[in-house]
């Protein structure tokens, strides 16, 4: 393939994959080992056959129907597709390594109607031997059960991850095996500066543990803008089935101009305190307080059993 000899190896009593390689002209082989176990028809749907500094080659699964690629930084645009002979993808293009992040390609992936109808879904090239899945929560419905991650194929879902995307970069080399993009909740801003989003973007590995972090989303006009990363947390539960209890804060200062403390938890968190410099309390999940740039402020969020919640961070 592209003049490298590729030979693909999987071990089926632990699951783990291999791609050895002989470039012509290199100085030696190389070998790429990587975790597979518990793949499932999104996160073993394809696996790197070449690479290069600025695109690589897919071997599909069999189970692919159809494939082509987008840009999560360009909600609006297609899928492009193309097609993949005896499963090899021609050459797609990477993010790139370096360099202001202006594009963010993703393959975008629809499984055969005789696995899972109608189930299409996007990944993306993280340098690992097989890509990362991509899903969205979306945001608390009013009344609604806890919201569950979804493929980020809808509108609604490619929007969030264009804000989203470019923190991606800072995952790359770390065995992720997939990324899920919760807006855990929205917040009407004063002086009416419109409705910011909250979002944890949560990325699980193979091995296990998770990171996330948080992003506080103002109102952006046009191109989407990346949001503010307010918090992050390195092994951890958070923003996953068995840590549904988020609440983070931050700084942010009006059109207008004055200045206030914000604060935000999911949907469980029924009032929440700032104490320091300011001191209030606001019935339900979200808060927003004038305090002076430099006041400390100390957030605390309580469910409706008076458990307490300290902010992410």
């Known amino acids: 393939m592209d003049g490298t000899a590729v030979v693909l190896l999987h071990d089926a009593a632990t699951d783990w994959v291999a791609r050895y390689t002989e470039a012509a002209g290199a100085a030696r082989p ?15 749907a394809a696996l790197v056959l070449t690479r290069t500094p600025t695109a690589v080659r897919y071997l599909l699964a069999p189970w692919i129907a159809q494939a082509g690629t987008r840009d999560l930084l360009r909600p609006a645009e297609a899928t492009r597709p193309f097609t993949a002979a005896d499963g090899v993808t021609p050459p797609l293009t990477v993010p790139a390594a370096q360099g202001p992040c202006t594009s963010w390609p993703v393959l975008s992936l629809r499984s055969s ?14 340098g690992e031997p ?43 080399g770390d065995g992720v095996r997939a990324v899920n993009d919760w807006v855990y909740a929205r917040q009407t801003l004063p002086d009416r500066a419109g409705t910011a989003a909250w ?27 990346p949001g503010t990363v307010v918090a992050e947390r390195q092994s951890t539960a958070a923003c996953s089935r068995f840590g549904q209890h988020v609440v983070a804060a931050t700084r942010w200062r009006s059109p207008r101009g004055p200045w206030y403390a914000l604060a935000a938890g999911s949907r469980h968190i029924v009032r ?34 008076g458990t307490s919640l300290a902010p992410l961070g």
Do not use: K, M, N
């Open 30 to 44: 190389t070998l790429d080992i990587a975790r597979a176990d518990d793949a499932s028809v999104t996160t073993a």
């Open 272 to 305: 929440i305190r700032l104490s320091g410099g300011v001191s209030a309390e606001v019935r339900g999940p979200v808060a927003a307080v004038r305090a002076a740039p430099g006041a400390p402020v100390r957030v605390t969020g309580y469910q409706s059993d």
């Open 113 to 126: 109607a005789q696995i899972v109808e109608r189930h299409a879904f996007l990944v993306t090239d993280l």
């Open 199 to 225: 979002v944890c973007t949560r990325a699980d590995t193979w091995r296990g543990p998770g990171s996330v972090r948080v992003q506080f989303q103002p109102p952006a006009a046009g191109r989407p803008r």
């Open 130 to 172: 097989s890509p990362a899945h991509l899903t969205y929560t979306p945001p608390p419905g009013s009344g609604a059960p806890s919201r569950q991650p979804r493929e980020a194929v809808g509108r609604s879902a490619l929007d969030s991850w264009a804000r989203s995307a470019c923190l991606l970069a800072d995952l790359r």
